[in-house]
């Protein structure tokens, strides 16, 4: 069984930044994809941004330049470092992560999310 616990939100003012940390336990054999995505009160959950093992990325375009994902794959840890913080960006921030554990056996599955919340 993988577990994803995710760390870092907060409150923060509009243009301040924070750092997500999103850390993978259990009998891991390998990590593909893990990504960050952010769920807003009456609204879908929305990627906000993914990483690949050899480090392909992909962001939504309105956090591109102020967002950076990054990924530690000894640690199996994910991270998201948020700039310039706006508004829109409050929500609950989740990571999800796909792989192989115990031999062959394929996993997919979600943290429960940290609360970001960017006050004007």
């Known amino acids: 069984q993988v577990q994803l616990v995710e760390s870092g939100g907060g409150l923060v003012q509009a243009g301040g930044s924070l750092r997500l940390s999103c850390v993978a336990s259990g009998d891991i054999r390998s990590t593909n994809s893990m990504g960050w995505y952010h769920q807003a009160p009456g609204k879908q959950r929305e990627l906000v941004a993914d990483?690949?093992?050899?480090?392909?990325?992909n962001y939504k375009d309105s956090v591109e330049g102020r967002f950076t994902i990054s990924r530690d794959n000894a640690k199996n840890t994910l991270y998201l470092e948020m700039n310039n913080l706006k508004p829109e960006n409050t929500a609950k921030y989740c990571c999800d992560a796909d792989g192989i554990i115990a031999g062959v056996t394929p996993f997919e599955t979600w943290g429960r999310g940290t609360q970001v919340t960017v006050s004007s």
């Open positions: 990483i690949t093992t050899d480090g392909r990325i």
